[in-house]
């Protein structure tokens, strides 16, 4: 892909299991098919799925890719002096929105900002902003504020706040979030609603200003807009339940990593990229797997491996229940590493397709059997401690 600026009046019609989704282009920096597919949630309040193939949560995706549309998301935002708070959506947007905020660090250094993404782990003892994501399987999202009381400062006195999520279509969530977050800081000047497609419509920057009482900004990769007809005959049986016991231990999560806020970005020791290739020729393939709403590192050790000769694809795992059919060509379900007692998934992975599988993990490396059974033999775990 290369950047460009182009109108791209695309029109599609894709009938799923769930129905017939209706999808018109109206503006994008790249082809619809390079960005996304689609696929049947197994889900009542939504019956579809707009499936990235950049965003290395569903589909296998390489690391300058990702790469690419993270620069060119953060070089479309309009920023002011700050502070700038940017928030990353649990739990597909997480490695994107981090993603995001590394490449404005990168192309604008001056910027003061923090990133931390939102989580559906409940912590006690630790203060956060609750809010809903009424469409999803797992509705109840939490926004923790920083521990570290020079990072907590920053999160209180944002004047931006950029939100960012794969794919905006109504936009509820984002909104919903921003007037649980103005309710702690009511001094919040500018919003910037950032996404990899935006299906809300050409006046959603107008609505949702509207709507907040703020001037919103919209930067997607791809503008457009869709129409969704349920199909009669689908069945309706309830979904596997998305969540489970939810109650974490703070040493059980990342705590530098950003969930509870960071200001810079994360890099990957050489040497424990030299082990994890350990045994591996030059072009050998490799897919690093990031787990659950833990993302972003899978993605870094991915660029550091691509570095280094390596034919490198990224991907997580996910809770989200999507059904066989579309571009979900493959389905893998294990139990989940967090201890919540609910499945889990992997799509569109073939583990003979890779010479070696990485797994990223913040949880402990015993949560991991199930996933690695499934993955058979040719894998290595990681962990920001130490590698296995």
């Known amino acids: 892909m290369t950047k460009k600026d182009v109108v791209d009046l695309t029109e599609r019609a894709v009938r799923l299991d769930t129905g017939t989704l209706r999808v018109r282009v109206h503006e994008s920096a790249f082809e619809l098919d390079e960005l996304c597919g689609f696929a049947a949630r197994h889900n009542r309040k939504r019956g579809f799925l707009f499936l990235s193939k950049v965003l290395g949560k569903h589909w296998p995706v390489t690391p300058t890719r990702m790469l690419e549309i993270h620069a060119h998301l953060a070089g ?182 950003g969930r509870f806020g960071i200001e810079q970005s994360i890099h990957v020791p050489h040497a424990d990229l030299e082990h994890l290739s350990e045994g591996l020729q030059a072009g050998d393939s490799i897919l690093v797997l990031g787990t659950g709403e833990f993302m972003h590192l899978a993605f870094r050790v991915g660029l550091g491996l691509e570095a280094l000769g390596f034919r490198v694809a990224v ?49 402990p490396r015993a949560g991991l059997d199930d996933l690695l059974q499934n993955l058979g033999p040719r894998h290595r775990s990681y962990s920001v401690a130490s590698t296995e």
Not at 327 to 343: C, L
Request: one cysteine or more; charged letters at 25%.
């Open 315 to 363: 991907q997580a795992t996910s809770r989200s229940p999507i059904l066989l059919g579309a571009d979900v060509g493959s389905r893998r379900v294990f139990a989940d590493n967090y201890g919540e007692g609910i499945r889990n998934y992997l799509y569109n992975v073939d583990p003979g397709d890779y010479a070696r599988i990485i797994v990223c993990h913040e949880t």
């Open 76 to 257: 479309r935002l309009d920023l002011g002096a700050g502070p700038c708070l940017f928030v990353a959506m649990a739990e597909t947007a997480t490695g994107l929105g981090q993603g995001v905020f590394e490449s404005v660090l990168e192309q604008r250094p001056e910027t003061e900002a923090l990133f931390i993404h939102s989580t559906r782990y409940r912590i006690d003892g630790r203060t956060a902003l609750d809010f809903q994501e009424a469409h999803c399987h797992a509705p109840d999202q939490l926004l923790y504020a920083p521990t570290r009381p020079e990072l907590r400062a920053r999160f209180e006195s944002a004047r931006e706040l950029v939100l960012i999520d794969d794919e905006i279509s109504t936009g509820n969530t984002l909104c919903n979030l921003v007037e649980s977050y103005r309710r702690l800081n009511p001094k919040i000047e500018r919003i910037h609603f950032v996404a990899i497609t935006q299906f809300g419509g050409a006046d959603s920057a107008a609505r949702f200003s509207a709507r907040l009482g703020l001037p919103v900004e919209c930067v997607a990769a791809l503008h457009g807009e869709f129409a969704f007809e349920p199909a009669a005959s689908w069945s309706t049986d309830e979904p596997p339940s998305a969540v489970g016991d939810n109650r974490r231990a703070p040493h059980q999560l990342a705590e530098d990593l």
